[in-house]
């Protein structure tokens, strides 16, 4: 974190900021786990689930062996039963003796769970559908039958020493008293977690909180919780997740998996799963997007160049990007023209910066121009001043000499929200 | 919406259903307007300011068009003063006569208040910076300065009879006691909203939340709100907003903007804004991603088959979108493959069906497979059966006739939650 950052926090922490929502609160929330929580990585469980995913034994160990190094805590395989070469690779990756522990995530049932034991394992996702729908459609199970089996299966993992989780599927579409029932139960034969999952993708940030604080009080083990994007919600619901005392949160490398995917891992861009999965980076993610660094109205140029805090929460440099002022666009502002004048050596008094943007954002309303464009005029309009010679600032074509000639005015800079 | 969803639902809101949080909650929240709530849309402002955004005036035309055939309530503009084209595109969207309301977004200065009202707008969108880093940084004025300057372009613009909007910037980094003082300045001034701006986006859902819950008690009119994506909180912060009596939620198609943009407007593609801003659709883009309706895992499959709802939230063809079960790799289930084979108009035993299944995983082991692999396996395992014979289910490569011949097992389904 760099030390002009460090100045933006302090200014907004300081006594005269009286915002109890904001940064800089010192209210300490002792049910939060925001700060403090373990990352059980999924992107060889679930992200193989994701429809253009697929991963070969070799590629398998080259996303554990990245995963291990970023610093997960824990990584998730595909279920040993799903096919021949699932087990194998299960087998393989345990073999590698990575400093994340490595788990596999089965069906709540004994065949699954002798199989996933012998892999060698360092612990066992155990899972079963409990809303009324999962039930009906999925298993056909009753409660009394899944807390039963939960029961049973839990004891079988433990008996070998490793650690086991219980979880319920579609935890947000089932029923209260069933949940609280079931996760009250496994905590009472010793479960090391219990897990929320929203399946479907259906739950609210708000609704996220509710349960995992109800959940807090039931429960004395540690609670992963597990959430997909189908409506946008994935990441949020995270954050309301650990503020409630969730201990753990499942991820995958750019939150690849069934359908649109659940909470992705972030930081760097993972892309042996991108390029295994075939997916380009969206335009618009997290930290690792194509713009989230890039600065483009006039106003927002100014502050950020006087003080990146006032545009940007996280520091770039801190992920290996870089900031980016964008200033070839109609919406651009003279500061921002000034900065790139001085990045090319030229100074300027302000009223030529402003005249200089004036000619920018002229051609700018004509045409997408490109850095090269706007460089191209910085530099032809400084040496006009200087020979006292009136060059043309840009080549034009036959269909826009007319229109850039009429542009005389000199507009201002654009503010933004 | 279709019946099989409509029983779903019934399904889960029956009085055996006792989830307070979930769907089917039958306790009214008169505070929250998420069922009731209008769109601001401002792809042709926020979206004008992301990199790669360039709209020449068809284009604008074109955009502004598409957004009033989808309903939105509002279109917010480019502020008239950043160039000159950016004025005479506000007149022309004007002179349309849309049934979406025309709206610009201006500084809180009476020269950019002026030019505004002359452009034909049905309202005028004011904002201002109120937090310390702001005021430091972009305008340097003091709260004071900002209440009076306030009042004086809230009053000039009603006089011109038409709408106007007093919004802060970087609200969530600003003091409390100066938002809660401006905004109650502005509604008492009759202001018809005022609009809270997650500007950087540093905004979790339960501040949001609160800090709305707060404003609504305090001020009578209409309230905005603006969230930025950059920590992946911007659907669910307008979520929470909504749910804390917000009546307006500002939205970009795809969610264009500056960074990496804002809460985005969903439902059709928004091609226009997309081709002109030289975009991909993101893998993962909710709704109209590649993959937000594709089902992959055994038991996702077989329970999507018995009933959508069972993981699905959203029904695909109210979208104009198809649902996809996909059975060509090793997580598949017979389920997914019987479902296929009837398709393909072809009928088999339990036993039969299961067999087949193993044989296309055992090939999904080996490399990627696609569905016409599967469709060959199917088809020839069929006319084994029918005909006695036993040809080669596939014509392999000579790298994979052995591991394929090694594998005999008839492994399980996944689970998946």
Chains 1, 2 share one sequence.
Not at 251 to 270: C, Q
Not at 309 to 318: A, K, M
């Amino acid at each position: 974190m760099s030390s002009e950052r460090e100045n933006g926090r302090a200014l907004c922490s300081s006594p005269i900021n009286r915002n109890p929502y904001g940064h800089g609160n010192t209210v300490s929330d002792f049910l939060s786990n925001v700060s403090r929580f373990k990352i059980i990585e999924s992107t060889l469980r679930e992200g193989e689930q994701f429809a253009n995913a697929f991963f070969d034994t070799q590629k398998k160990i080259e996303i554990a062996r990245a995963l291990d190094e970023f610093g997960v805590d824990y990584i998730e395989l595909t279920n040993p039963c799903a096919s021949d070469q699932s087990r194998l690779d299960c087998e393989a990756i345990c073999k590698l003796r990575l400093k994340a522990k490595i788990l596999t995530h089965i069906r709540c049932h004994m065949d699954d769970a002798r199989i996933a034991v012998a892999t060698g394992v360092d612990g066992v996702d155990v899972m079963i559908g409990t809303s009324s729908l999962m039930r009906q459609h999925s298993h056909g199970k009753d409660i009394e039958y899944i807390k039963k089996t939960a029961i049973e299966v839990i004891n079988f993992v433990k008996s070998h020493g490793i650690e086991v989780r219980f979880s319920t599927e579609d935890s947000f579409r089932s029923d209260l008293v069933d949940l609280l029932s079931i996760y009250s139960a496994v905590d009472q034969v010793g479960v090391h977690r219990v897990g929320v999952a929203d399946t479907i993708g259906c739950a609210s940030p708000r609704q996220v909180y509710e349960l995992i604080r109800v959940l807090r009080g039931v429960v004395s083990c540690d609670i992963e919780t597990h959430f997909h994007d189908d409506a946008g919600c994935a990441i949020a619901n995270a954050y309301c997740a650990l503020e409630a005392g969730a201990t753990h949160i499942d991820t995958s490398v750019l939150g690849i998996g069934e359908r649109n995917g659940i909470t992705p891992l972030g930081g760097p861009d993972g892309a042996d799963g991108r390029h295994a999965s075939r997916i380009n980076i969206p335009f618009n993610n997290y930290i690792t997007g194509l713009c989230a660094f890039t600065h483009k109205a006039g106003i927002h140029a100014k502050a950020i160049l006087n003080d990146p805090s006032t545009y940007e929460i996280i520091n770039p440099t801190d992920f290996g990007m870089a900031r980016y002022v964008h200033f070839a666009s109609r919406l651009t502002g003279w500061n921002a023209i000034r900065s790139r004048a001085q990045q090319l050596n030229i100074s300027m008094t302000e009223k030529q910066y402003k005249e200089c943007t004036a000619k920018i954002k002229a051609l700018a309303d004509i045409r997408p121009i490109a850095m090269d464009d706007a460089d191209s005029i910085i530099r032809t309009y400084y040496r006009n001043i200087q020979s006292g010679e009136d060059n043309p600032l840009m080549d034009l074509n036959a269909d826009e000499i007319v229109p850039f000639a009429a542009k005389k005015k000199e507009p201002r800079e654009v503010p933004s929200a």
